[in-house]
């Protein structure tokens, strides 16, 4: 039987295809970033050249799309920012008293929904990232009013990251 040593992996998840194994799997991303793309591309051939535009436009949208949606999830190893808020969360304001597996949600959403919502901001998203928090939240027994705080510090810490 092999120990808890031998399984542990200090490597960052390669986030493997679970049918090929392939590292750099993102369905979410691939997928938002596809039917963004395929919207917007789509929307703009319509209006040049009409419906045939229209659907020629959307399948080249959403493969540029999906490119660009997996290139962003890419960006973001969950593993990563778990590790980083799990050693940050008692640095926080909001940590006095509180538990970090209450707030281990809310960060790993507003990682999530930065990936999500690419190219918004937190203030445009956020009505939303509040009507799904209850959907979302897992084990957590925050309200949103608190959990607000450390998705906006997830997010926030990606958006500098990434966008500067």
Known sequence: MASLDDKLDDTPDANRDPITDAPGAHPIGVGIGAAAG??????????VVGP????IGAAVGAVVGGLAGKGVAEMVDPTVEEAYWRTEFPNRPYATGARYDD????YRYGADTFV???GRTFDEVE????????RVRGTSTLPWDRARVASRDAWDRLHTRFEG
Not at 38 to 47: D, E, M, R, V
Not at 52 to 55: A, P, S
């Open 116 to 118: 999500t919502y690419d």
């Open 52 to 55: 045939v535009g229209t659907v």
């Open 38 to 47: 395929g919207a917007a591309a789509g929307a703009a051939a319509g209006t």
């Open 127 to 134: 009505p939303e990232l509040s009507r799904d928090w209850d």
């Open 103 to 106: 707030y281990a949600p809310a």
